[in-house]
C-alpha cells in the first residue's frame, strides 16, 4: 500500500509564505504525476499546481507567479511553495500522486490522495 502524508499547513498574514510538503511512502515502484489540489466548503475540489515527467509543471491561474511545486524524486516528496499570498487561498490543500506499484507480479499505476493539510491566510 501507499500513503500520502501532507504537512505545512498553518495560519498566514495575507502575504505571507508557507511551503507545503507531501511525502509518498509504501511500496513504490516510481511516481509519475503529482498534483495540488484546494478545497474549501461548499467548492469542488480545484487544481491548484502540477508536475509531471521531465518535471513539467502547470498551475492554475490564479495561483500563478505565486505558487511553486516542484519535487524530490530521492525523498519521494513533493512541495508547494505558497508565496504573496491571499485570504482566498484559505482552503484546505491535498497532495494527489499516480504511483506505480507492483500488483500480482506487474507493475499498475494507481492514484493515491493525502488527508490534506489546512491553509488559513487571514489578518
Known amino acids: 500500500q501507499v500513503q500520502l502524508e501532507e504537512s505545512g499547513g498553518g495560519l498566514v498574514q495575507p502575504g505571507g509564505s508557507l511551503r507545503l510538503a507531501c511525502v509518498a511512502s509504501g511500496s513504490i515502484v516510481s511516481i509519475n504525476d503529482v498534483s495540488w489540489y484546494r478545497q474549501v466548503p461548499g467548492k469542488q475540489r480545484e487544481l491548484v499546481a502540477g508536475?509531471?515527467?521531465?518535471?513539467?509543471?502547470n498551475y492554475a491561474d490564479s495561483v500563478k507567479g505565486r505558487f511553486t511545486i516542484s519535487r524530490d524524486v530521492a525523498k519521494n516528496t513533493v512541495y508547494l511553495q505558497m508565496t504573496s499570498l491571499k485570504p482566498e487561498d484559505t482552503a484546505v490543500y491535498y497532495c494527489?500522486?499516480?504511483?506505480?506499484?507492483?500488483?500480482?507480479?506487474?507493475?499498475?499505476?494507481?492514484?493515491?490522495w493525502g488527508q490534506g493539510t489546512q491553509v488559513t491566510v487571514s489578518s
Open positions: 508536475i509531471g515527467s521531465g518535471d513539467r509543471t
Open positions: 494527489n500522486a499516480h504511483v506505480v506499484v507492483i500488483t500480482n507480479g506487474l507493475p499498475r499505476q494507481f492514484s493515491y
